[in-house]
Every structure is written in structure tokens, then in C-alpha cells.
């Protein structure tokens, strides 16, 4: 249930709907990044058992996200601090993640996957989970008060640390039933499961100041 601000002439969410809202975004980030968890343990097995990787390759790989990510890092977090959707944009980049990967297989089962393509693929994502991390900070506080705003965060740093423990195991036992490119579909539904989160908040925007 939503109400008006009169004097801003905002709407402004009840504090009901923003518990729901906190539970389908941690939810959603929890899919989220599990699925980066999962890509970034797989992309080079990948690239090794599949495509014959030489150690460059291998190392570019594995580097190419962390350089990105300190590239982008400040311009992403600018540009997130002053938009109004938010919560769009996060599901529309869930929809370009699980996309992107879902090229893997698909690549793969036509012969058509190398390494200059994984490479592309690694680039984008990379693009993709700063901008989703920038614009996670300034949006929380659109749906949690004050005093939850920590709470919201811990949640957040617990979800990432056990994706970051639980995750290659989790792959790894996969690796051993399928192969790897198809193993990617997991990560394809991670996403598309946070972004089926993401959409129940979408209209949160509506609350920002």
C-alpha cells in the first residue's frame, strides 16, 4: 500500500511493502551472486578444457574483471548516485547478464565459441556486475529505513561471503554430471531468477526523493 507525500507530492511506500521489498531484493541478490560466483569459477575451465587456453589467455581472463571493475568503479558509482530507476536498470541488467551467458552453450554447441569471444563475454559481464553493484548502494535506501539500512547491508555481506565459499564446490560437484557450457545455464538462471525478484520492487523508483 502506497500514500502520498502532500508536501513533496512523492509516494511514499508503507513500511509493510518495504519488508516485502527488502526480502525479494535480497532474494534477487542472492541468485545474483551466486550466478557471478558460478561464472567467475567456470570461465576459465572453460577456456582450459574446451578452447586449449595458453597461460596468457588464462590470465587475461582472470584479470580482465578485477581491472574493470577499478576502472569503472567511480564513474559507475556517479552515474548510479544520480539516476531515478534504479531498480529498472538492475533488471535490466539481470535480463543483459543471463543473455550474455546463455551465448556459452549456445557458441559451444556450434562450434563457434573461442577465445577471443570468452573474452568479450568476460568483458561484458564484468561491465554489467559494477553497474549493478553501483547502483545497489544509493537504491537500498529507497526501501529500507534508516535503522534497517545496516541490516539490509549485513544481509548483503553474509550473501556474498557464502556465495564465494559455497559456489566452485557447488560448480565443481555440477562439473562432474554435465559439461561445463551447460553448467553455465545454472548461472543463466540465477539471473533470471534475481531479475524475477527484481521486478515485484521495479516500481520502488517511484519512491525515490
Known amino acids: 500500500m502506497t500514500e502520498d507525500d502532500n508536501r513533496t507530492g512523492r509516494r511514499i511506500a508503507s513500511q509493510d511493502d518495504k519488508n516485502k521489498m527488502v526480502c525479494w531484493l535480497t532474494v534477487a541478490l ?31 581472463l582472470t584479470a580482465l574483471p578485477a ?48 577465445i577471443a569471444v570468452l573474452i568479450a563475454i568476460v568483458s561484458v559481464m564484468a561491465i554489467a556486475n559494477v553497474s549493478y553493484t553501483a547502483l545497489l ?24 561471503s557464502t556465495a564465494d565459499i559455497t559456489g566452485p564446490p557447488v560448480a565443481g560437484a555440477l ?8 553448467v553455465i545455464l545454472v548461472d543463466v538462471a540465477s539471473y533470471l531468477i534475481s531479475a524475477a525478484n527484481q521486478r515485484k520492487i521495479v516500481h520502488a523508483d517511484e519512491f525515490r526523493a
Open 30 to 60: 542472492a541468485a545474483s551472486i551466486v550466478g557471478s560466483s558460478f561464472t567467475k569459477f567456470l570461465v576459465p575451465i572453460i577456456a582450459a578444457t574446451l578452447l586449449n587456453a595458453q597461460a596468457g589467455h588464462l590470465a587475461v
Open 137 to 160: 548502494g544509493p537504491s537500498i535506501p529507497v526501501i529500507a529505513d534508516g535503522p534497517h539500512i545496516g541490516n539490509v547491508n549485513a544481509r548483503v555481506s553474509v550473501i556474498v
Open 67 to 114: 581491472l574493470i571493475a577499478v576502472a569503472l568503479r567511480l564513474p559507475a558509482g556517479h552515474g548510479a548516485d544520480g539516476t531515478t530507476h534504479g531498480f529498472r536498470y538492475m533488471l535490466w541488467l539481470d535480463y543483459l547478464r543471463a543473455v550474455i551467458l546463455l551465448l556459452i552453450p549456445i557458441l559451444w554447441a556450434f562450434h563457434s565459441l573461442n
Open 175 to 182: 562439473l562432474q554430471v554435465l559439461a561445463a557450457p551447460f
